[in-house]
């Protein structure tokens, strides 16, 4: 019966590997022109030549589209899942490794920051309109009040930083908004490019991978070896990189098949809801789109939505059996 | 999961929402952003302002004709000399205000004035109705008046009656302006009387509160959620229901009207569908096609179409250095497929057209002209003598000011949720992108573009203009005096801006439609704008109201003589 369990465990994760390379694969090949939409065939079905699964309402080949949308996964969700695996581990770290009361900054420098931050609101407008000027006058002006300080007694005496507190909130204050609001009233105040796509998911899906982290620390951070090498001087920084970080990196490692789901599924509602990716990116969401244009093109809903769930499937295949 | 459930949503048979048989649902791509009469600049304002209204003229398409509307009768034209003309009307004796003071002359003159006072935002109505250079009133008849028009033109004669008229009890009580004179408004910026009523003006802020101006239209602003909807409710009691067998104009039937702001037309013909919209006017014509042959929607929707002055067009923004010769933007014009694209985004069902005077109007289209052509081979070869080089990564160069070398490459804008802009906009891309010049797509929503359009920034702007068969002023589109306020492409050159003056001028028929044929030539070389076609107007309505009163005027129906049916048509 194991036995059993164990080769439909390895069938399926073969399955889901060999199509998450077929995908991969095929975004490699997927031709970077830009594709000529057929205007005489618009929305036409699938099954005649030449245009073999269909063509959209503009006219585009859906299995060109198909492929190109494969490539903007490539180059957007699994960038965009790495960065929020970074970002939210080395946040997570942090919080858990420092605590509140850990990380200790000199009152100058706490000043300096002060004055920095109020600094920017205050003068918001005036970065708007010059942020280089503004910007560096900014940082050359509270740096010297910093250095200054930091000549006396007083400005050296160090503050703790709540670290773990501040994460915690904005981790609370992250996932109090549904993500999907979040991302969509960034999105339509101003339409991103593919770049500015993958920083606004970084920015709004860090959450679970700094909570994970947060968690593997706090746990590790106690492990006698690691009171050991502090016990021994060594820095902060030596003490993650080489006695927490090996054992709470995998705790991530295990988040990246969903994360890359979760992102997936994310530009494709994006994209879907006309917010996302620019109109002349090809994306699976913007295939599915097009059914609302023609409802009755149920092609426009199979090829897209069957890689959808596929990939997503997959994903969730691997991310099963790394656990 | 939650694409496949909208998806899935938007697939479910539509249900009828409750309804009341008095308001008429209409469906608006766009706000109409401001509601100032004096800044009327998009279909929905001058949709709405036509409904709070009335002008002394107004246009007739069954007529092809203008004709009166607060006006009692068509005006009496006199000449003077060899370049002005009188242009004598009197107003309707019925016409009140809602205080039910009369609608006198000294309102018409009032009007005039604001609109030539320094300090308004009168760059609209001086490009149209700058010509008019005073008003004389009759002493014996309050309500006769003569306006002393620059130009002899029966045009000039018929635009001049085409300005909402301004109540002067409501915004100038003390008759403040009655001192100064017409002729003297314009150059009396400084004079104190001028300056108040110009700051009482500001304050009122009638771009947003045009609840605060009366009209003397058949409806008065109920409410508006700018973005969402704008209702109109009917006058319990207003001027026109005195006469005893009104003229078209003036009828108003509907007891409220409410305009629902949609601008994604897929979740638009949902609306439809479902019940919550009675109107919806230029629909795409694969959903209009898609619900004609629907059995369950064509028992709840009647369908109409008709010939519209409407027309598609690509603009160039020539203040652009790269767009500033006209040779480019030939280039570029050729690298549109028409025919390609009335097939895909109508159907097949629209009229390509030299310009801007539709083919319908035969009399003054210029049909020697050549209709444009798809040809990449054509574009490079103007793009070569518009000294572009073509550079081994397959870009084009040419050498700008300075020492920097010119790059064309372009964004195209437009508004997004409009299948058939995009579709143009990504034929243009990929046309262009096998030539080399990369195209990046700028789909923004209505008040935004609009902002970016009237502030220049835009190189190509996808966007639909409409005319119509009764004048040929293109004064607001393309002369001079219409950069920032309609000409949105900054073109203008003296011998377009003498055509224009010229053609609004002439006098005999024969010498207007030889003007308009040349003014067609130089637009055809000089290209501002691409015309793409004439589209149709493709109106779907519910089956609770009655026939709809559609015209090929511009929003393509009467929304104030829609009715229920009657019994007698039930039956």
Redesign the interface.
């Not at chain 1, 059914?291 to 009755?296: C, F, G, H, K, L």
């Given at each position: 019966m194991k036995q059993m369990q164990r080769f439909c465990q390895n069938w399926h994760r073969a399955l889901a590997l060999f199509w998450l390379t077929s995908v991969v694969v095929a975004a490699l090949l997927a031709t970077s022109?830009?594709?000529?939409?057929d205007?005489?065939h618009?929305?036409s079905p699938p099954f005649l030549s030449p245009h073999w699964l269909g063509t959209d309402?503009?006219?585009?080949d859906v299995a060109y589209a198909l492929l190109q949308g494969a490539r903007t996964i490539l180059y957007v969700s699994i960038p965009a899942a790495a960065l929020t695996l970074l970002l939210g581990g080395a946040l997570g770290s942090a919080a858990g490794y420092w605590s509140n009361t850990g990380l200790r900054v000199a009152r100058s420098w706490w000043i300096a920051s002060g004055l920095l931050v109020a600094g920017c609101i205050g003068l918001a407008t005036q970065l708007y309109a010059a942020f280089l000027v503004t910007s560096g006058s900014l940082l050359t002006g509270c740096g010297l009040i910093g250095w200054l300080l930091h000549q006396s007694t007083w400005g050296r005496r160090p503050w703790a930083f709540p670290i773990d507190a501040l994460i915690a909130g904005l981790i609370v204050l992250l996932d109090s908004i549904p993500l999907?609001v979040l991302v969509l009233v960034v999105a339509a105040i101003q339409?991103p490019s593919a770049g500015g796509l993958v920083l606004l998911m970084t920015l709004t899906c860090w959450t679970t991978p700094a909570r994970l982290m947060r968690a593997a620390t706090l746990r590790t951070r106690e492990l006698a070896h690691v009171e050991a090498a502090r016990a021994a001087g060594l820095s902060d920084w030596q003490v993650l990189r080489r006695h927490i970080w090996p054992l709470t990196w995998p705790v991530v490692m295990l988040r990246l098949p969903l994360t890359i789901a979760l992102l997936i599924?994310l530009e494709?509602?994006l994209s879907?809801l006309?917010v996302g990716l620019?109109?002349?990116t090809p994306s699976w969401?913007r295939l599915?789109a097009g059914?609302?244009?023609?409802?009755?093109a149920w092609w426009l809903?199979l090829w897209p939505?069957a890689a959808?769930v596929l990939t997503t499937l997959s994903l969730h295949q691997l991310s099963r059996k790394k656990q | 999961m939650l694409v496949w459930a909208s998806v899935g949503l938007s697939a479910c048979s539509p249900t009828s929402s409750g309804t009341t048989t008095e308001n008429i649902r209409i469906h608006w791509a766009r706000d109409p952003e401001n509601l100032d009469p004096l800044r009327v600049d998009n279909p929905s304002s001058f949709e709405v302002t036509n409904l709070l209204h009335c002008s002394l003229l107004r246009g007739n398409e069954a007529m092809l004709d203008i004709v009166p509307w607060l006006a009692e009768s068509a005006p009496v034209t006199r000449l003077l000399g060899d370049s002005l003309q009188f242009v004598t009307y009197r107003l309707r004796p019925e016409a009140t205000w809602d205080n039910g003071s009369p609608i006198l002359a000294q309102d018409v003159a009032f009007t005039l004035k604001v609109m030539n006072a320094p300090g308004l935002p009168i760059e609209r109505s001086q490009a149209t109705f700058g010509f008019i250079r005073d008003i004389q009133l009759d002493k014996q008849d309050p309500r006769r008046f003569t306006l002393v028009c620059a130009g002899q033109s029966a045009d000039r004669a018929k635009i001049s009656g085409d300005f909402s008229i301004l109540p002067e009890y409501a915004l100038d009580p003390q008759g403040s302006l009655r001192s100064v004179s017409l002729p003297a408004i314009g150059k009396s910026g400084t004079q104190p009387a001028v300056q108040k009523f110009v700051q009482r003006y500001a304050a009122l802020d009638l771009a947003r509160h045009p609840e605060r101006l009366p009209g003397c239209g058949p409806y008065t602003l109920k409410s508006w959620q700018p973005g969402r909807y704008l209702t109109l409710r009917r006058k319990a009691h207003w001027w026109a229901d005195t006469l005893p067998t009104p003229p078209a104009e003036l009828q108003a039937f509907p007891s409220q009207l409410t305009y629902q702001v949609i601008p994604d037309a897929a979740t638009a013909t949902l609306a439809l569908r479902r019940g919550e919209l009675d109107v919806y006017a230029m629909m795409p014509a694969t959903q209009f096609s898609r619900l004609q042959q629907s059995a369950s929607d064509k028992e709840k929707l009647r369908f109409y179409t008709a010939d519209s002055y409407e027309f598609l067009t690509v603009n160039f923004n020539v203040r652009r250095p790269m767009l500033r010769d006209a040779l480019t933007r030939q280039a570029l014009s050729h690298l549109l497929n028409v025919p390609a694209l009335i097939k895909a985004t109508q159907q097949g069902v629209a009229t390509p057209s030299v310009g801007l005077i539709s083919p319908r109007i035969k009399a003054y289209y210029h049909d020697s002209l050549p209709l444009l052509t798809f040809s990449p081979t054509q574009a490079t070869t103007l793009l070569g003598r518009a000294k572009w080089q073509r550079q081994p990564d397959g870009s084009w160069q040419r050498p700008g000011t300075g020492n920097t070398p010119e790059r064309l490459q372009l964004t195209i804008s437009y508004r997004a949720g409009e299948p058939s802009f995009e579709t143009v906009a990504l034929q243009f891309r990929s046309a262009a992108a096998a030539l080399g010049i990369p195209v990046q797509l700028v789909a923004a929503e209505q008040s935004r573009l609009s902002q970016q359009l009237r502030a220049g920034q835009f190189d190509l702007a996808i966007r639909n203009l409409a005319g119509n068969p009764f004048s040929y002023d293109f004064t607001p589109l393309l002369h001079s005096q219409g950069i920032g306020v309609g000409n949105m492409t900054g073109f203008s050159s003296p011998l377009t801006d003498q055509l224009i003056e010229e053609i609004v001028v002439a006098t005999d028929p024969a010498q207007k439609a030889r003007l308009l044929r040349k003014f067609q030539l130089v637009m055809a070389y000089e290209r501002p704008f691409t015309v793409l076609y004439f589209s149709k107007y493709r109106i779907a309505a519910s089956r609770r109201l009655g026939e709809l009163p559609v015209t090929g005027l511009m929003p393509g129906y009467e929304a104030h003589r829609i009715q229920l049916p009657t019994e007698a048509s039930l039956q």
């Open positions: 022109t830009v594709l000529v939409p205007l005489l618009t929305a309402p503009q006219g585009f999907l339409q599924g494709t509602t879907f006309g620019p109109p002349e969401g599915l059914i609302r244009q023609s409802p009755a809903i939505g959808l | -």
